[in-house]
């Protein structure tokens, strides 16, 4: 070994030596004294581990919990500090002595004052001149107090976070390992805490032990409780102390007890030992009006004796938490009995008691509101709410649609949470997805998916056969309106069978019927083109497949789809290598391997590359009556029926066309399409490298062909990879836009098909917009009013694409009755919603209808329905369906 390899040798060596020493130092383990403190703010009071800031004029009572038989006498000591090139005034030095009855038994009672940022707990063993010793050595270096303060505040919230994930673990595994695999997950969503995926795939047994390894590297960064793990692990290796001196008060500081870093705090104390006393810090963990004190070694009590510091919360304006909704479009049920309301984004909520008297606020309506008391839970990843008050008698006036907020108090201040939609309905009326009610085959797990509208208060779910039996089957809402079913039909017989769907709060389970049959297996065919990933077998009993091997591509099993007339089974290529090789080839023997060892074999082909297209450019030629609608398209994504889209398409592979090349044009769901040829004029080649294409929806599709529609180029049988193409939209025919003078009156829109639009608005950003509810038979909608500028409109085929209508709006008469009767125009009204109205049964004719009310009590109506109904906005008179 040379001198230099040596010399690295052991600077490394040292260097590790050195960062283990300070890593140790870094462990909190060792029990320190107890403080007891309270925070009173506008007459109220707080225990200190309610309290997350403090304000200028709080009172801080705080006193020495320490045993009577203490033998060293410790002086308690609070000093507030402002900024770390700022030195407090001695006023700011509060001290009383621990071992006196007065201080023992009130402590020190102290307001916050002006200018103050940070405060500092000082326990300082009794000698000569103690006091004023201390008040120097923080005067000298304020910095690196401030710098303390942050730290040790930081610390305390971090190690909170990681208490409260350790402690769950250890309790979990205690009372059932096997649930780890789920609620860790949770755990560390809910605290900002980085798991090891590799834990969760070992035996039970074992995960707790490997969740709980490398907890100094758990804490992860959040936007409430900034973690400084990269700082340590990036920053420079100097004296933290010295920086702090000249530099600005950080938010937070760079210290963290769970990395193992040469960076510990008790570097910024090693810079001012003094020969009197050797501050050392302590962590705080707080609970109600206690502080536990923890330190990372013992104190001294020959001089230099030990000081211990701690830090209470900072002195400034709340920090109110950035809670929100796993799932902001989430959709919950009011009855479930154990109702949790995923959340995310603040981990404080769940490891410290500054949220507190949380309650969950349900509004429904006509203003009924219920308060339901609310609990930050890190194992569920949520708050769980006590719906043990809430029966069919409260539930009864919340109405089917009910508002949920989280609210409560950060402290002293007021906090309003993030909001959540429930459901407080029974009456659904469950099927089965398109298709599926032929599939289901005996002999096997089957998986089928139900639907409502909406499921989020499914119970449980048991399938009954024949002779009476009960089976459980399991479930998971894979949507807001649907739900997947694994049924156990392993041991069924073909025939008639039961599903009981059970809900929260419904007294008896409701009866879904299904009929499974018997299938034999069998093998179809596979079909594979040269160069593709994949392929698909098709047949029965395709659930048994484990491999399949053509031309010596092997494919492993991927996607399993079920229908009326068979299975589909995707496959994969496992050795791209060798797929890559393989030539088309009519006539080829695939082999397929099954999970009990049998071997198939079927007759196969490996099918010519696929051919492929890219799309040039499109243009939208609109009909005279699409002209004559009375709307303006946004954009060539939008092709109306009647008009004639041109298109161009460039060769890829092959990167000729010919003659025998044609382009097929059909909608998403594939119910209806067209073949564009050379020979029927829908094709036409510019070169050989490009093609124009054009058709006209109406006449390609038919009249009652809308939505999304795609394209692809077929060479010598062999289809391309289908791509979009545009949107096919109905329009509806506007004639006139009447507005009153009186801008708060909505306009009147009359037209034909006016159910082909699917809302209107006075901007492009569709605030305020009026929803035409399905089915809408009127000639007249109310529409709000244009304020001199243009209305907006969303089609029901294509709602995510903005248009202009282009009519001109006209002066409309006083809607008073005697203008009504000089022209003919029925009275304002305020129809109903379809889309607000329960569907279960049709409201019932109302007084209102017969007697039409006067504008402004239509008005008062509209503002009461829901918020996109088919009625304007608040300020807005709606009028009547009828011309």
């Given at each position: 070994m040379t001198m230099a390899s040596r010399f690295s040798f052991i600077l490394a060596a040292s260097i590790v030596a050195a960062a283990a020493a300070h890593a140790s130092r870094a462990r909190f383990d060792l029990a320190g004294p107890t403080l007891e403190a309270t925070v009173t703010h506008d007459h109220q009071t707080l225990g200190i581990a309610q309290v997350p800031n403090l304000a200028v004029g709080d009172r801080i009572k705080i006193k020495a919990d320490l045993p009577r038989d203490q033998s060293v006498?410790?002086?308690?000591?609070?000093?507030?500090?402002?900024?770390?090139?700022?030195?407090?005034?001695?006023?700011?030095?509060?001290?009383?002595?621990?071992?006196?009855?007065?201080?023992?038994?009130?402590?020190?009672?102290?307001?916050?004052?002006?200018?103050?940022?940070?405060?500092?707990?000082?326990?300082?063993?009794?000698?000569?001149?103690?006091?004023?010793?201390?008040?120097?050595?923080?005067?000298?270096?304020?910095?690196?107090?401030?710098?303390?303060?942050?730290?040790?505040?930081?610390?305390?919230?971090?190690?909170?976070?990681?208490?409260?994930?350790?402690?769950?673990?250890?309790?979990?595994?205690?009372?059932?390992?096997?649930?780890?695999?789920?609620?860790?997950?949770?755990?560390?969503?809910?605290?900002?805490?980085?798991?090891?995926?590799?834990?969760?795939q070992l035996i039970p047994d074992l995960q707790a032990p490997c969740l709980l390894a490398r907890r100094e590297s758990m804490i992860l960064e959040d936007g409430h409780s900034t973690s400084i793990v990269e700082a340590l692990t990036s920053g420079p290796e100097s004296d933290l102390a010295m920086q702090a001196s000249y530099t600005p008060a950080l938010r937070f500081g760079y210290y963290s007890p769970y990395v193992a870093s040469v960076l510990d705090i008790a570097r910024i104390f090693d810079s001012f030992r003094t020969a009197q006393y050797d501050y050392i810090p302590a962590l705080a963990t707080l609970r109600g009006e206690r502080i536990e004190l923890s330190l990372n070694r013992p104190p001294t009590f020959t001089e230099p004796k030990t000081v211990l510091v701690t830090a209470l919360p900072a002195v400034e304006p709340p920090q109110l938490p950035p809670l929100h909704a796993v799932d902001p479009k989430g959709i919950y049920c009011a009855r479930k009995h154990s109702l949790v309301l995923p959340?995310?984004?603040?981990?404080?909520?769940?490891?410290?008691?500054?949220?507190?008297?949380?309650?969950?606020?349900?509004?429904?309506?006509?203003?009924?509101?219920?308060?339901?008391?609310?609990?930050?839970?890190?194992?569920?990843?949520?708050?769980?709410?006590?719906?043990?008050?809430?029966?069919?008698?409260?539930?009864?006036?919340?109405?089917?649609?009910?508002?949920?907020?989280?609210?409560?108090?950060?402290?002293?201040?007021?906090?309003e949470g993030p909001t959540f939609q429930l459901i407080n309905d029974q009456r659904y009326d469950w099927h089965l997805a398109d298709g599926e009610s032929n599939a289901l085959i005996v002999g096997r797990e089957d998986t089928i998916h139900l639907r409502a509208s909406s499921v989020s208060c499914i119970d449980d779910v048991m399938l009954r056969d024949p002779d009476g039996k009960e089976l459980k089957v399991d479930w998971k809402a894979g949507k807001p309106d649907e739900v997947e079913l694994k049924l156990p039909l392993q041991k069924a017989k073909p025939g008639s069978l039961t599903l009981l769907v059970r809900e929260y709060g419904a007294k008896a389970p409701r009866p879904v019927p299904l009929t499974a049959f018997a299938a034999a297996g069998r093998l179809d065919g596979f079909s594979y083109h040269a160069g593709d990933a994949v392929g698909t077998l098709r047949g029965s009993r395709l659930d048994e497949v484990s491999g399949l091997e053509l031309a010596g591509v092997r494919f492993a099993p991927?996607?399993?789809?079920?229908?009326?007339?068979?299975?589909?089974?995707?496959?994969?290529?496992?050795?791209?290598?060798?797929?890559?090789?393989?030539?088309?080839?009519?006539?080829?023997?695939?082999?397929?391997?099954?999970?009990?060892?049998?071997?198939?074999?079927?007759?196969?082909?490996?099918?010519p590359p696929r051919p492929r297209s890219v799309l040039i450019a499109k243009s939208v030629h609109p009909s005279r009556a699409d002209r004559a609608s009375g709307i303006r398209l946004g954009g060539d994504a939008q092709l109306p029926q009647d008009a004639r889209l041109v298109f161009s398409v460039r060769a890829v592979a092959p990167a000729r066309f010919d003659r025998r090349t044609t382009l097929d044009v059909a909608t998403v769901d594939g119910s209806e399409a067209t073949t564009l040829t050379l020979d029927n004029g829908g094709l036409t080649l510019e070169n050989a490298h490009v093609a124009i294409a054009q058709f006209r929806a109406s006449k390609a599709f038919g009249r009652a062909a809308f939505g999304p529609v795609q394209f692809r180029i077929t060479v010598d049988g062999v289809a391309g990879a289908w791509q979009?193409?545009?949107?096919?939209?109905?329009?509806?025919?506007?004639?006139?836009?009447?507005?009153?003078?009186?801008?708060?009156?909505?306009?009147?829109?009359?037209?034909?098909?006016?159910?082909?639009?699917?809302?209107?608005?006075?901007?492009?950003?569709?605030?305020?917009?009026?929803?035409?509810?399905?089915?809408?038979?009127?000639?007249?909608?109310?529409?709000?009013?244009?304020?001199?500028?243009?209305?907006?409109?969303?089609?029901?085929?294509?709602?995510?694409?903005?248009?202009?209508?282009?009519?001109?709006?006209?002066?409309?008469?006083?809607?008073?009755?005697?203008?009504?009767?000089?022209?003919?125009?029925?009275?304002p009204a305020a129809p109903e919603s379809p889309r607000s109205a329960p569907t279960a049964a049709p409201t019932p004719p109302t007084p209102a209808a017969a007697a039409p009310p006067p504008p402004a009590a239509a008005a008062t109506?509209?503002?009461?329905?829901?918020?996109?109904?088919?009625?304007?906005?608040?300020?807005?008179?709606?009028?009547?369906h009828g011309p």
């Open positions: 006498h410790y002086l308690l000591i609070v000093a507030f500090l402002s900024g770390s090139t700022n030195p407090p005034p001695p006023r700011w030095f509060t001290y009383c002595d621990t071992w006196k009855r007065r201080c023992a038994h009130r402590g020190i009672d102290v307001a916050v004052p002006h200018g103050a940022e940070q405060v500092l707990v000082f326990l300082a063993p009794q000698t000569g001149g103690d006091f004023k010793t201390l008040v120097g050595a923080v005067r000298g270096r304020p910095g690196a107090f401030v710098r303390t303060a942050q730290d040790l505040n930081q610390a305390m919230l971090d190690r909170s976070r990681l208490d409260v994930y350790l402690s769950a673990v250890r309790r979990l595994n205690d009372l059932d390992p096997s649930r780890l695999r789920k609620t860790a997950p949770l755990l560390a969503r809910s605290l900002a805490i980085v798991v090891d995926p590799k834990c969760l959340v995310e984004g603040a981990p404080l909520v769940f490891s410290t008691a500054y949220a507190h008297g949380m309650k969950l606020r349900l509004e429904g309506k006509d203003g009924k509101r219920i308060e339901l008391p609310a609990r930050a839970d890190a194992v569920k990843g949520g708050f769980v709410i006590d719906t043990a008050a809430l029966g069919d008698a409260a539930t009864g006036g919340l109405g089917d649609q009910v508002k949920g907020v989280l609210h409560g108090d950060w402290g002293f201040t007021s906090y991927q996607t399993l789809s079920t229908g009326q007339h068979g299975d589909d089974l995707t496959l994969s290529v496992v050795n791209p290598g060798a797929a890559s090789a393989v030539q088309p080839e009519r006539k080829v023997i695939a082999t397929v391997q099954l999970k009990d060892g049998r071997t198939l074999t079927l007759s196969s082909a490996v099918l979009p193409l545009a949107t096919v939209v109905r329009l509806p025919t506007l004639r006139t836009l009447q507005c009153p003078d009186t801008r708060t009156i909505a306009c009147k829109l009359s037209g034909s098909q006016l159910f082909l639009i699917d809302s209107v608005a006075a901007n492009r950003d569709f605030h305020d917009a009026v929803a035409v509810p399905d089915g809408f038979p009127g000639e007249a909608l109310p529409v709000p009013h244009t304020h001199g500028g243009s209305l907006y409109v969303k089609l029901r085929d294509d709602p995510t694409a903005v248009d202009r209508l282009t009519l001109a709006a006209r002066r409309l008469p006083p809607p008073h009755r005697e203008a009504s009767h000089a022209t003919g125009m029925p009275q109506a509209a503002s009461a329905a829901s918020p996109r109904a088919a009625v304007a906005p608040a300020s807005v008179a709606p009028l009547t």
